[in-house]
C-alpha cells in the first residue's frame, strides 16, 4: 500500500514553521511556543504511523442469477494493527448496482470486520465482482495509505426469459424420439389416417369401427413423436441501441428463451454466432447443452470488424440437415443478409426474427430527414421482400413486445406457405 500526506499534515508543518520562523525574527520566545503543539502532533504523526497490514476477500452468496434478482457480498476486512478510519470501494461494473448498504463505506478495524452490502442484477452479462479500492487513516489524520485489492470473484447474469405458448415448428423432423409431431406416418399416438389391412399390421391397429362400416380391415396410421435440431443465428455484427435497450439485447433474451423451451422438449440445440468473432455450438440436448448456449451468450458482443465471413467457415456439424435454422438479426449489415440468403439457397428451413431497428430509430425533425427515414423503409421492406420471395418467414419483434407475437407470425406464414405450395 502506498503512503500518502494529508492536506492536515502540510498545514500543521506550515503553522509551526511560520511560528519558529517569527520567534526568531522577532526574537520573542512565546511565539516559538505556539508552534510547539502543532510540531508536536507532526513529530507523534511520524512516530506513530506504521502499515496496518490490511488484508480484504470478497464472497458471494451465489454465482449465477437471474435479471432482476440479488444477492448478497460479504466483505472481510482484516488488520494487524487498529485503524481509526478505513474507508472501502467496491468496484461494480455497469449491469450491477447497490441496492442495500453503502459504497463507499468508512468503518473503524480492530482485528477483523466484514461488512455487507445487497447488490442487484439490472442486466445479463458474465461478471467479474470484487475489486476494493481501500484507504486507512492514522488516528491523527496526518497519513494516509492507499492500497487495491484484486479479488475477482466470477458472476453470471442469465438474461430473463419470455412466455411462450407454442414454437415454430420445422419442416421435416429427425430420427430420434422427442415431442414434435412428424409429418411421416408410423408408429405414434396421434391418429393420420385410415388404410386398408396389410400382411404384419398389428391386430390393435385395426379401427373396427371403419371396418365394420366397410366390410374390411382397415388400420389406424399414426404420426410419430420425433426430436428437432434446431440452430439459433445470432447475429452480431450490428447494434442499434436507446437508453438501456438495445437489439443485442433482444437476440440474447430471445435466444436464451427458444433454447430453455426447445430443450426442454428434448429436441437438440445449437447456436452460431456471426459477427466480428464467429462462434458456433454443434447441436445437443439437454441441461448440459441448455447451460453452454446461455453462457456463449453472455460474452456475445458487437466487435467491429471489416472482414467478409462466409457461412462456409462454420462447421458442416454445427448445421446438420433438416435443421430449422432461426435467425435473430436487425437486418442492418450485408454480410449477415448474404449468409441468411445462402442458407436458403442450400436448401435449409430458415425463419428470421427481426429485431426491429424501427423502435430505436426517430424519423427527425427536418423534411430531408423525414424523407431520409421513408426511403429507408421503404428499403427494409423490399428487403423483407426479398427474403419472403425466398420462402423465408420475416416477422418484426420491436422492443416491449411480447416474444410471442412474431413467433405467431412466422407460424401463420409458413402454415400459408405451406398451403400455396399444395
Do not use: C
Request: charged content about 25%; glycine content about 6%.
Amino acid at each position: 500500500m502506498s503512503r500518502e500526506a494529508s492536506p492536515r499534515l502540510a498545514a500543521y508543518a506550515v503553522l509551526g514553521g511560520l511560528a519558529l520562523i517569527a520567534a526568531l525574527v522577532t526574537r520573542r520566545p512565546e511565539l516559538a511556543a505556539l508552534g510547539a503543539p502543532f510540531l508536536l502532533v507532526l513529530g507523534a504523526g511520524l512516530l506513530v504511523t506504521t502499515d496496518p497490514g490490511l488484508e480484504a476477500a470478497v464472497r458471494l452468496d451465489r454465482d449465477r442469477l437471474l435479471e432482476g434478482d440479488e444477492l448478497t457480498v460479504e466483505i472481510d476486512v482484516a488488520a494487524a494493527r487498529a485503524v481509526e478510519r478505513l474507508e472501502l470501494l467496491l468496484e461494480l461494473p455497469a449491469g450491477l448496482t447497490v441496492s442495500d448498504g453503502d459504497n463507499p463505506a468508512a468503518i473503524r478495524v480492530s482485528g477483523s470486520r466484514t461488512v455487507t452490502l445487497r447488490v442487484r442484477a439490472e442486466r445479463w452479462g458474465a461478471y467479474e465482482v470484487g475489486d476494493l479500492t481501500v484507504r486507512a487513516r492514522d488516528a491523527l489524520g496526518l497519513f494516509a495509505r492507499s492500497g487495491r485489492f484484486r479479488a475477482a470473484v466470477p458472476l453470471k447474469v442469465y438474461p430473463t426469459r419470455d412466455a411462450l405458448r407454442r414454437l415454430l415448428r420445422p419442416a421435416e423432423t429427425q430420427l430420434y424420439s422427442g415431442d414434435e409431431l412428424a409429418r411421416a406416418k408410423g408408429e405414434g399416438l396421434e391418429f393420420a389416417d385410415l388404410r386398408p389391412f396389410a400382411f404384419g399390421d398389428r391386430v390393435r391397429r385395426i379401427n373396427w369401427r371403419a371396418s365394420a362400416r366397410r366390410g374390411e380391415l382397415w388400420v389406424n396410421e399414426q404420426h410419430p413423436e420425433r426430436n428437432v435440431d434446431v440452430v439459433l443465428f445470432v447475429d452480431s455484427f450490428a447494434e442499434v441501441q436507446r437508453a438501456s435497450a438495445s437489439s443485442l439485447d433482444l437476440a440474447v433474451r430471445a435466444a436464451a428463451t427458444l433454447a430453455a423451451r426447445y430443450t426442454r422438449r428434448r429436441d437438440r440445440v445449437g447456436l452460431v454466432s456471426f459477427g466480428g468473432y464467429l462462434r458456433w455450438l454443434e447441436p445437443g440436448g439437454g441441461l448440459v447443452q441448455l447451460y453452454r448456449i446461455v453462457d456463449a451468450l453472455l460474452d456475445t458482443e458487437i466487435a467491429l470488424s471489416h472482414a467478409w465471413k462466409e457461412i462456409d467457415h462454420v462447421p458442416a456439424r454445427t448445421l446438420p440437415p433438416q435443421a430449422l435454422v432461426v435467425a435473430l438479426t436487425p437486418l442492418l449489415d450485408e454480410r449477415s443478409i448474404r449468409a441468411l440468403l445462402h442458407l436458403r439457397a442450400r436448401g435449409f428451413d430458415l425463419d428470421v426474427i427481426e429485431l426491429s431497428p424501427l423502435a430505436f430509430v426517430d424519423p427527425g425533425a427536418t423534411e430531408s430527414e423525414r424523407l431520409a427515414y421513408r426511403l429507408w423503409r421503404l428499403q427494409r421492406e423490399a428487403l423483407h421482400a426479398q427474403f419472403r420471395a425466398a420462402g423465408v418467414a420475416v416477422a418484426e419483434w420491436r422492443h416491449g413486445e411480447p416474444l410471442a407475437r412474431p413467433i405467431e407470425e412466422v407460424t401463420a406464414f409458413r402454415r400459408n406457405a405451406t398451403l400455396a405450395r399444395v
